[in-house]
């Protein structure tokens, strides 16, 4: 079998795996975040954090519960990490300095899992599981319930009540996370990744001499690192460590782990919306965005000029050889058109296009199918944002779910998609610009700019990959791409949520001879079109500066 047509298989046998899981999946989330009956377990969480999962929030109510959980969050993760050299199971390893410190909270808070460390070399078996691995399910139910929210400010009419933030976060986490990521779990132990508590110890090499090696609950991690969309790794080699991701099957099993929650959230918002239509409608955009990435990845990697990479199948330079470039190039577009971030080989090494690739799908904001949660209220700010474009065309007030756009929620809309772009350009640019560390770049021209673009393209879109040839573990890196990371998931939820109270409050409008069918594949291709178009227009200078110019060279 050829390397292009395994590759096919592959893609293949995912849109399968996906397919099977779609309808069922959506339709329990919906049911999860319409039911009005609580959980023994959920009732006992309540009652520990003094909360009643009853009472109804607006959208000022339930962004306050968002703010003071995440950063309560940040705060226990930081002290864990200062604190690590007296913690129990620390593995001889001392504290994190306190740059690293901060960086690492607010990336795992976040959703993002940016590490400026190698996690075999720095953390201990509690801050591991009881830090870094919370908050990969934590992080990913605080940006369900956003979306959620947003999807009951469509829904809902004539009330700003969005539904409760403690209640929403508690179901996310306990009735959705924690059991596929169980099942998930025990699947990968059985292909082979490691789950223990060992210690350090010596591992003799084939060649001779030994190395150092400790152990972890990393089956566990890796399940809700990919079906949170979280993407931070148990090793430094992250999903390209065998103890990570063993084997082909668990390389596809891990893909299928990222895109299946936010791709099954979709139909969640259509069955809570009334109208599954409008759900195939988001969805045919997210797959046609994500499809359309793989190919052009698949034959960026494949057809590569030069008779090297022609004879070994296509450049495989930076890939891990038991997943091939079919593989490789499948894991890759998957994790950054969501926000995992999690990698199996070097992006870096990809062909200068290639590259271009994984960060053009970060700079689409992460909606093709984008995080848990966040790919799907990042997608419907996109919807309301082709409805005014449409609407400007015809001359009519836009409406979207029988939901008018008027002033203040367009307003709302550009301010959400202004956001990352603002924090990635200003943040590379003032990196290139300042003296920053000399040992940071390791490459100069193109490739040491697109370096640099994209760990901030990464940090603020709460992706968490990155080039290979920065060193971000320098106090500049550490704290700027910390502060990107916050301010790129918290202020556009800001927006999120303030668009959702407008909407709710709004009294429904009848659709009418004029009114756009959004519902409709014409709709959908409006949708790729403005996606496309204004992402181009943000990022090309940027694009051209770096990996363009590095692939047409």
């Excluded at 605080?142 to 403690?166: D, H, Q």
């Excluded at 300042?434 to 040992?439: D, H, I, Q, S, V």
Aim: glycine share 12%; aromatic share 10%.
């Amino acid at each position: 079998m050829g390397p292009v047509l395994a590759g096919v298989l592959q893609l293949l046998a995912l849109i399968g795996a996906l397919a099977l899981a779609y309808v069922p999946l959506g339709n329990y989330m919906a049911k999860v975040y319409s039911s009005d009956k609580h959980w023994r377990v959920e009732k006992w969480i309540y009652k520990g954090i003094g909360a009643n999962p009853d009472t109804e929030m607006r959208w000022v109510s339930y962004l306050r519960g968002v703010l003071a959980f995440s950063v309560a969050g940040v705060l226990f993760l930081y002290l864990l990490q200062r604190l690590q050299g007296s913690l129990p199971g620390s593995l001889g390893f001392s504290s994190i300095e306190p740059a690293q410190a901060f960086d690492t909270a607010a990336s795992f808070v976040t959703n993002t899992n940016w590490q400026s460390y190698s996690g075999e070399q720095a953390m201990g078996h509690v801050v591991q599981t009881a830090g870094l691995a919370v908050q990969n399910f934590v992080s990913a139910a605080v940006g369900i319930a956003v979306a959620v929210a947003l999807v009951r400010g469509f829904a809902r009419s004539r009330t700003g009540e969005l539904g409760n933030f403690w209640a929403d976060l508690v179901r996310g986490t306990v009735r959705v996370l924690v059991p596929i990521a169980a099942v998930a779990a025990v699947v990968l132990v059985a292909c082979g990744a490691l789950q223990n508590f060992s210690g350090i110890h010596e591992v003799g090499q084939f060649m001779g001499g030994s190395q150092q090696w400790n152990g972890g609950a990393v089956a566990s991690q890796e399940a809700i690192k990919e079906l949170g969309t979280n993407g931070g790794g148990y090793f430094n080699a992250n999903s390209s460590h065998p103890f990570e991701n063993p084997t082909p099957f668990t390389n596809l099993f891990e893909i299928f782990l990222i895109l299946v929650i936010p791709l099954a959230m979709t139909r969640a918002f259509g069955v809570m919306v009334g109208s599954v239509k409008q759900g195939y409608a988001i969805l045919a955009t997210m797959v046609t965005i994500w499809v359309g990435f793989v190919a052009l990845m698949m034959w960026t990697e494949f057809a590569h000029h030069g008779p090297a990479l022609q004879a070994a199948g296509g450049a495989l330079e930076g890939k891990e050889t038991r997943f091939g470039v079919g593989g490789s190039a499948l894991f890759a577009v998957s994790t950054t058109l969501t926000s995992t971030g999690a990698v199996d080989s070097f992006h870096s090494s990809f062909t200068g296009l290639g590259g271009g690739i994984t960060m053009l799908g970060m700079m689409l904001g992460e909606i093709a199918p984008g995080g848990v949660g966040s790919g799907l209220y990042g997608m419907l700010i996109m919807a309301i944002i082709a409805v005014f474009i449409a609407g400007l065309m015809v001359g009519r007030t836009p409406e979207y779910l029988g939901k008018k756009i008027g002033s203040r929620e367009i307003k709302l809309a550009a301010c959400y998609i202004l956001v990352t772009p603002a924090l990635v350009l200003i943040f590379t640019a003032a990196s290139v610009a300042l003296p920053t560390p000399p040992n940071s770049m390791l490459n100069s021209g193109a490739h040491g700019f697109s370096e640099v673009l994209y760990a901030f393209t990464s940090a603020s879109n709460n992706n968490g990959s990155a080039f290979a040839g920065l060193n971000a573990n320098t106090d500049w890196f550490n704290t700027t791409t910390g502060l990107a990371m916050l301010l790129g998931r918290f202020v556009p939820m800001v927006f999120v949520l303030a668009l959702a109270g407008s909407l709710a409050e709004q009294k429904p409008v009848p659709a009418t001879a004029g009114t756009l069918r959004t519902e409709k594949p014409l709709f959908t291709g409006l949708l790729v079109g403005a996606i496309l178009i204004i992402t181009g227009l943000t990022y090309f200078p940027a694009l051209a500066l770096g990996p363009l110019a590095e692939g047409l060279a």
